[in-house]
């Protein structure tokens, strides 16, 4: 299985306890460097683990990168239980927009970097890994509660919205999905909600293929490193006020509960569904907004969850996957047939069923 973010914060945790399970797993970050020290450390922390670990530098700001590893996977015949999208990027919530702060930060081919990392690398490393899924396989995208714009930190700041994909349409120069002016804490909250929107529609074109895509919420985790782009006060601020139960979830628990999104009996009976933890997780019955965070002092608890309402929107889900998949073929258009090596040599059996393919 290949995990991506896998050299710091709930990444790196997941991985530990899917090593200690006794998965081989493929431990991907930005640079040589980073994935073979995460996999050292992992194997050092992992209690033993029986599994096996293999570095893979991918850089999700690089399209070239994402399918020079996804082509290395899939030419060595390897199979892939489960592709973990767990990278991701936040600007400084504290609101950067461009009239403070200047223009966004982009990746190489020019996309507003949160989404062009969080949704674009993540889209294209998907469906570029197709033919190593196979019945049983699993794609598990890391969202987030802030894609509702009704949750708390969803009504912090502009809420979340794609609105037409005016922006996406547009081009690699676009600021923002629905064609407004930057905002980093808006940019971040689309990311997910975008997410959420590519889980549900890539499940609904595996349909029938035994490939299962769910996406889920680790919970609101201050000390996971997501949070490197804030000013240092912010961070602190965040680590000192936040970083208990139930306002937030412990490193280990959301490492547990990205473990159960690969390994658990739910997630793996079910497709294109959202799963979440504390506070935002409640029981049927349950005061919708003090139940699960009463609960969270107690036994955090894991599962499925209503989603916002626009990331239900099935004809925006659609909308979002076509326009995605024509920025990231005219960005495969624009490259140099330049040879590249990013994947440390991979091994493995060939698939036993025929590839899979979207329909």
Sequence with gaps: ??????????GMEACKQLYEAGCRVLVAARSAEKA????????????????????????????????????????????????????????????????HHGAPRRTAEGFEETIGVNHLGHFELVRSLLPSLRRGSRVVVTSSCVHDKDSPDGRNGAPPTLGDLSGLEAGPGFDMCDGGEFDGNKAYKDSKLANLLF??????????????????????????????????????????????????????????????????????????????????FTKPGEDPHMGGFIRGWLRPEFGVKETAEEAKDEALGRKLWEVSERLVSSARKRETNTVRNNVAPVAGPLPEEAPTSLA
């Design 36 to 99: 073979e020290e995460a996999m050292r450390r992992i194997a050092r922390e992992g209690a033993g683990g029986s599994g096996a670990l293999e570095p893979v530098v991918l850089d999700l700001s690089r399209l070239d990168s994402v399918r020079d590893v996804a082509d290395s996977i899939v030419s060595a015949g390897v199979t892939l239980d489960a592709v973990v999208c767990n990278a991701g990027v936040a600007p400084d919530r504290a609101g950067n927009r461009a009239s």
């Design 199 to 280: 889980a549900r529609e890539l499940a609904r074109r595996l349909e029938g293929t035994g490939v299962v895509a769910n996406a889920f919420s680790p919970g609101f985790c201050p000390s996971s490193g997501l949070f490197r782009q804030q000013a240092p006060p912010v961070q602190a601020l965040l680590k000192f006020a936040f970083d208990h139960p139930p306002l937030a979830t412990t490193l280990s628990n959301a490492g547990r509960f990205t473990a159960h999104m690969v390994l658990g009996d739910e997630p793996g009976k079910t497709t294109g569904e959202y799963f979440c933890g504390p506070p935002s």
């Design 1 to 10: 299985m290949l995990v991506t973010g896998a050299n710091s914060g709930i």
